[in-house]
Every structure is written in structure tokens, then in C-alpha cells.
């Protein structure tokens, strides 16, 4: 059954979902809901994620004058925005796990209620 | 000096063989070796992830980096940090939900294994290795500059520990032996960044004073723009991207989320690991430019042109200076302890690269998965130690050859090769077989091409312009693994998609 004509090794915990309704699973409502949910998430986060970081890039090798602008004695604008970057990751990091276990967590839960070996259709 | 930082050394040294009797009596089955029985909890995993990032580098390498070139080091330390975010978001929950051990579980799931799983284990294998040669050498370098003995001697009795801890211990004691040194690690970073702030009244503003008022630095350290290797924008984008995206196809970094027990806490382990990175990567800032104005950075550079002797130093200097007893034992404190570093990193390295031989490349390929448990553990820990002994005879080999260039490597591989194929299995429909061989196979080959053409190995005539290729070779792996899989067929990989999607994502079926 597999693409170059070896068989397949056995995966040693398949038998705790009924083999063929891994299909079912996946085209349930609760699933593609999951799906949503998560994607809804991680795509935005890690759009907006990669934009601060291309910013100060950009900023310390193309704008110098003003990531060397002081804002309080020595300290300047590129130092700012560096030390800035440690708590807003943080925050994203605690945001999202919050969101999963509220939002996402308990669909897999019903998932795994649903479609547990022995549980009927 | 050398005696004291010697005993503390050696008392350590106790310590840990200590961990591996205790973690040898617990090793029996295969979980036990490659994960540690998946007992490890959230936290303590988080620091084992943070002990297998803050390595010698982190430690030593920033702070002589930010005390010779100014701020521009601190790329390493947000990026290292917010990596952590990436491996959160994307892969962390995921890879614990549907593997065993390694990253080749992932990605052999849907795909043929007999042709796959053998690619990606060689990939990883060679990653890791490449990661571990490295470190053997500046384990050796590092020995002569701290300890005052001969590189080799160093470099063979930093083989000769990890293959005790690995071979003996496997996952149970690399894992404990990373929490402990993450510890210590951390209360000397506070201990010693409370020191040095106190020598400027505990104002950043006073410290930065300092930098720009001295004779031999200037505001120059205050700005980006001073360290050649990311003077370009292109060359900042591509190392800046490379470290944010590379951590998340790491195979050492990527075992450890099968220690922990369940989905929640992978995921709380690597907040955790992003928790303690952080408390960590806040104060190279302090470390760096501390040693640049208190030490002073022609005296670092006299002593060591790499600049790994700046924090010892400043340690020296904040803790009373040379020769008193409260500086020198500080100094040997954070030299054991950077010690101890340098061999939890190899350790997790070796357990890496032992897994890829024993479990993917023997156990299930050339065994087809027909090997008793009493057996798999036996080759395990026979691959371990081959893998030592070769990382020492490696290391030997090349320790007057500069090598630091084999770390870019593997991380450029990892990030090329690796990384298409494990995003790729687990959020697209469409990869296949052959496009997953295309893309490792031919993005490991870029990814070696752009670094042996680069600057770092010709200089001023190499081919390919960038110092770090990632910007490069990255989107060109992501494009070979499409094409691959656009131009070929594979109707199991499309059909089992959905199991390991909703494997992945649901945590239906996992391991326990």
C-alpha cells in the first residue's frame, strides 16, 4: 500500500483509534473548528512576530540616526526597542497557551471522547 | 586560581556522576534511553531545553561579542530567546502528539519510511554531529584558557564524561544533569549581574555613562552597526532569520519534547523554556559591556582574542579582584560552571545523533522494527559511545583548524533541509515522498554549497556573498520540497494526512 511498494512498519499505538475512522475525525465539525482556532492564532502571531523583528533590523542597518536617538541620557531608541522585544514575545507566548487551553483544549477533548477505540459511531 | 576552579570543577563533576548511577538504575526500556520515560514535567523540561541552548556561547561567546563589537551581539541573545516562541506556536505541542523519539517519526508517519526515514536520519545525524564537533574543540580551547592545561587533555576528558553520562544515564541523566547546570547557570548570571550593577548604583543609564565616557570604547558600543558580520542589512536579516527559524527543526532541541508526559506539558515546557531564556538573555547587555569598561576589552583581548574570557574576568573583577579570595572563587564558580555547560550541551548532542543511528537507521530501518527492548537499549548505548569516540577523534583531528563555521552549518541545515519537510508534513496535504527526498536531499546540498563558497571558509574570494545563507536557502528548501511534491504523486501520503493531522493536532492517539 505504500508509494514505492514496501509495506508500511507497524505503529505500535494505532489500535487506540479505530483505523478507519481517521477520516471521520478529520472531516468532524469539531476538528476543522480546532483547526480554525488554532490557525486563526499562530498565522497573525507569527505574522506580526516576524514584522518586529524585521523593524529593528531594518532600523540598525538602514535608519542608524534614529536607532542612536537618546530618549533618556544614554540610553537610545535601539536599546529600547531590543529590550522591548523580550516581554512582548513573553506576553505572546503566555497569550497564545491561555487561548489553546480555553479555546482549543477542550475540543480535543471532545474528540478524543468521540473517537476513542471502542467507542461506537 | 587554576586549583580552585579545578576542585569546584571536580566537585561538580561528583555531582553529575552521581546523576548518571542514579539515572543508569533507571534506564531499562527504549522510552527510558531516548525520553526518559516521559517523566519529565513542564518546568523541569523547560530548563533542560534552556540548559541545551545557554551553552557556552550563550554564556561566554555573547558577553566577549557585545565587550569587543558593542550591542550588535545582542542579536543572539533575542533571537535565541524568541526562537523558543516559534518552536511554541508551531511545533512543540504537535511533535510530542504524534513521534515516538525523533524527528524522523514525524515525518516517516505519512511518508514511505523505508525511503525517507533513512534520509532524515542521516540529516540528522550529520546536524548533530557537526553541532558536537564544535563544542569539543572549544571544550579543549576552553580548558587551556581556564584551566591551564593542554587542549587535548581537555577535549578527551570532556568526551570521556559525556560518553559516561550518555552511555550509562541516556536521556534520564542528560536530562537532569541540563536542570542542574541550567540552575547554577542562572544564579551565577544574577549573582554576577548584581555585582556589576552595583558598581554603577544600579542605573543602566550610569553603566551606559561608563561605556561612552571611556577611553578605549565610546557611544560607538551603545550603537548597531560595529560588528562586520551583520553590518549590511541583508546580512543582519538573513542571521536574525536563520536563529529565529532554524531552533524549530533542531533534532536535539526537538527529543526533548517527547520527555514530558502529555500535550500540555510540551507546551508548558517550552513557555517555561521561554520564561527562563528570557530571566537569562536580559542581562547580557550587563555582562558584556560590564566586562568592556570594568575589565576592560584590551585586556580581554590580550589574554583571548575569542573573547570567552571576558565574563570569568569580570567576575573576577566585581567579586573584590585578582587575588582575593572572594574574586578568585567566583571566577572558578562561573569557569566550573561553564564547564559543566560545555559537557551537558555535548551530552544532549550525543544523545541526538545516537538516536538517529540506533533508533531510525538501525531499529527501524535495517531492523524493520524487529528488535527485542533489551536489545534496542544494548545498541543505544553502543551507538552513544561510537559517537563519542568519534566526536573525540573528530575533535582532535581538526582543534587547530577553525571550525566554528561547522555550527553555522548545521543550523543552516537544519533550517534548509529539515524544516520544509516537518512544517510541511504536518500542515500540508501535499507533500510527498519524493518531494520530501528532493527537499532534504537538495537543500542540505545548498545549504553546504552556499557555506563552503561563503566568506567564512574563502574569505575575500568567496562565491556566495552572505556569512549566513539563511535568507537564501531557506525559501529555495521550501520551494525544492514543493516541486517535488507537485511533480509527483503519492496517494498514502495524501491519505494519511489526515491521520497525522488530526493526530497532531487533537493529541487523538498519542504516546504515553
Known amino acids: 500500500m505504500s508509494a514505492l511498494g514496501a509495506k508500511p512498519l507497524p505503529t505500535p499505538n494505532l489500535e487506540l483509534v479505530a483505523a478507519d475512522r481517521w477520516t471521520e475525525a478529520f472531516q468532524s465539525d469539531a476538528f476543522k473548528k480546532l483547526s480554525r482556532k488554532r490557525f486563526r492564532f499562530v498565522v497573525p502571531a507569527l505574522v506580526s512576530f516576524s514584522f518586529v523583528f524585521f523593524v529593528l533590523w531594518i532600523i540598525q542597518s538602514m535608519f542608524r540616526a534614529v536607532a542612536n536617538h537618546r530618549v533618556y541620557g544614554y540610553i537610545n531608541v535601539n536599546f529600547v526597542y531590543t529590550m522591548a522585544i523580550f516581554p512582548t514575545v513573553w506576553i505572546l507566548g503566555y497569550v497564545f497557551v491561555r487561548y489553546i487551553r480555553r479555546e482549543v483544549h477542550p475540543l480535543e477533548d471532545e474528540l478524543n471522547r468521540r473517537f476513542q477505540k471502542g467507542v461506537k459511531p | ?512
Open chain 2, 1 to 512: 586560581m587554576n586549583r580552585l576552579a579545578i576542585s569546584l570543577f571536580m566537585a561538580l563533576i561528583a555531582v553529575t556522576l552521581y546523576i548518571t548511577y542514579w539515572s543508569a538504575k533507571r534506564v531499562k526500556t527504549t522510552t527510558d534511553f531516548y525520553a526518559a520515560g516521559r517523566k519529565i514535567k513542564g518546568w523541569q523540561n523547560g530548563l533542560a531545553i534552556v540548559g541545551e541552548f545557554l551553552t557556552a556561547a550563550a554564556f561566554l561567546g555573547i558577553g566577549g561579542l557585545i565587550s569587543f563589537w558593542g550591542v550588535d551581539g545582542q542579536i543572539y541573545s533575542i533571537t535565541w530567546f524568541a526562537s523558543y516562541l516559534v518552536v511554541l506556536l508551531l511545533v512543540a505541542e504537535p511533535i510530542r502528539n504524534s513521534g515516538k523519539y525523533t524527528f524522523a517519526d514525524i515525518v516517516s508517519y505519512r511518508l514511505d519510511e523505508r525511503s525517507i526515514r533513512p534520509v532524515a536520519a542521516i540529516s540528522a545525524f550529520l546536524i548533530s554531529l557537526m553541532y558536537l564537533i564544535p563544542q569539543m574543540v572549544a571544550a579543549g580551547a576552553l580548558s587551556k584558557l581556564l584551566f591551564g592545561v593542554p587542549a587535548s587533555t581537555g577535549l578527551i576528558v570532556v568526551g570521556a564524561l559525556m560518553i559516561i553520562y550518555i552511555t550509562f544515564g541516556g536521556m534520564v541523566a542528560a536530562t537532569w544533569i541540563q536542570v542542574l547546570k541550567a540552575m547554577m547557570l542562572l544564579c551565577g548570571a544574577y549573582v554576577l549581574a548584581f555585582l556589576v550593577m552595583r558598581q554603577f548604583h544600579f542605573s543602566i543609564n550610569a553603566l551606559f555613562a561608563a561605556v561612552a565616557n571611556s577611553k578605549d570604547l565610546g557611544t560607538a558600543w551603545l550603537e548597531p552597526g560595529r560588528w562586520p558580520m551583520v553590518r549590511t542589512p541583508i546580512e543582519r536579516l538573513s542571521l536574525g532569520f536563520t536563529l529565529l527559524f532554524g531552533t524549530a527543526a533542531l533534532p536535539h532541541v526537538l527529543m526533548r519534547f517527547y520527555t514530558v508526559p502529555s500535550k500540555q506539558h510540551a507546551q508548558g515546557s517550552a513557555m517555561w523554556a521561554l520564561t527562563f531564556m528570557m530571566i537569562f538573555h536580559v542581562l547580557t547587555f550587563i555582562f558584556g559591556l560590564g566586562a568592556a569598561v570594568l575589565v576592560g576589552n584590551k585586556v580581554i583581548k590580550a589574554l583571548d582574542s575569542g573573547g570567552n574570557i571576558a565574563v570569568p574576568l569580570l567576575a573576577r573583577t566585581v567579586a573584590g579582584g585578582p587575588g582575593t579570595l572572594t574574586g578568585e572563587l567566583f571566577m572558578a564558580f562561573l569557569v566550573a560552571v561553564a564547564f559543566i555547560t560545555i559537557i551537558a550541551a555535548t551530552s544532549g548532542l550525543c544523545i541526538a545523533a545516537s538516536s538517529a543511528f540506533s533508533y531510525d537507521f538501525w531499529f527501524r530501518v535495517l531492523k524493520r522494527g524487529r528488535q527485542d527492548a533489551a536489545g534496542q537499549v544494548r545498541t543505544a548505548r553502543f551507538a552513544a559511545f561510537a559517537i563519542g569516540i568519534l566526536a573525540i577523534l573528530g575533535g582532535l583531528a581538526v582543534q587547530h583548524v577553525n571550525v566554528a563555521y561547522l555550527a553555522g552549518m548545521a543550523f543552516a541545515i537544519a533550517a534548509t533541509a529539515n524544516m520544509p519537510t516537518l512544517i510541511f508534513s504536518l500542515y500540508w496535504k501535499g507533500l510527498t515522498t519524493k518531494g520530501a527526498f528532493i527537499g532534504i536531499l537538495g537543500g542540505a546540498l545548498v545549504a553546504v554549497a552556499c557555506v563552503v563558497t561563503g566568506p567564512s571558509i574563502m574569505g575575500k574570494n568567496a562565491i556566495f556573498p552572505l556569512n549566513n545563507p539563511g535568507i537564501v536557502t531557506v525559501p529555495i528548501g521550501f520551494f525544492l520540497t514543493y516541486l517535488g511534491s507537485v511533480l509527483t504523486r503519492d496517494k498514502v501520503s495524501a491519505i494519511k494526512y489526515q491521520e497525522l493531522a488530526v493526530r497532531s493536532r487533537s493529541g487523538l492517539g498519542a504516546e504515553s
